[in-house]
């Protein structure tokens, strides 16, 4: 891969990095933005997954850290960012999600961006109070014989615990337990906030309610963007 498709492009696409806890809806508006706005969504993990399926050469690097059960080194993760944003499909810009996790990772994407002519325009934080979180986390039940999913507050099933379709007890994944959720908060919030101080510094970030209806958040991204970015 050359740096020269990405720079070419650089002063017409929007770079936006999507920052939230597990819980704050990110993958949603994601979705959603990536729908509205016509950019592609690079997600870290599905980045490293269809990097695997398809047999890349970064894929193939990425394979043995990923069977040993470590963490794929931030200079390849970087790479297979700068492979999809100089696919076509990233013509208008991208969405960048799951990765910076840390101030070093933020540092080094940075530095890569901007050696080809680019850099994230904004960051978009989707705040939400850690006991929100952990309520929206921990509602979340499944039926195991046929997979259909409920939440205690927004979608639980007509009988408490017994799935709608065949009655089969509900069962939570064992990551979806509330003391595990607030572990993984524990564990994820710290850095992701010196990630945003980061960005903050250089007055790219947006503060969003994440405990607003998801349109609303929609909405209050989108204006961010179009009165911020020139977009």
């Known amino acids: ?34 729908r509205e706005l016509g950019l592609v969504h690079l997600a870290s993990g599905n980045l490293f997954r269809a990097a695997l399926a398809a047999g890349t050469e970064l894929g193939e690097a990425a394979r043995g850290y990923m069977e040993a059960g470590e963490l794929v080194p931030d200079e390849l993760t970087i790479a297979m960012f700068m492979e999809e944003l100089a696919r076509p499909a990233a013509d208008a810009g991208a969405i960048l999600d799951g990765f910076p996790r840390t101030v070093g990772q933020a540092r080094a994407l940075d530095d890569t961006l901007a050696a080809a002519g680019e850099r994230i325009r904004r960051v978009l934080y989707i705040e939400v109070p850690t006991d929100i979180l952990v309520r929206r986390v921990a509602g979340r039940w499944i039926c195991p014989q046929c997979g259909t999913p409920y939440h205690e ?50 007055g790219i970030v947006d503060r969003l309610d994440g405990t607003q209806p ?6 209050a991204i989108l204006s961010s963007i179009g009165s911020r970015s020139g977009h």
């Open 1 to 34: 891969m050359t740096d020269e498709p990405v720079a070419d492009r650089g002063a017409e696409r929007l770079i936006l990095l999507l920052v939230g806890a597990v819980g704050a809806g990110k993958g949603t508006q994601a979705t959603i933005l990536s």
């Open 153 to 202: 507050d927004t979608d639980p099933p007509r009988e408490a615990g017994r799935c709608d379709r065949d009655g089969t007890p509900l069962r939570q994944r064992d990551d979806d337990r509330p003391e595990v959720v607030r572990a993984r908060l524990d564990k994820q919030v710290p850095p992701m906030l010196a990630v945003v101080e980061h960005y903050e510094r250089a």
């Open 214 to 219: 998801i349109e609303r958040v929609t909405d």
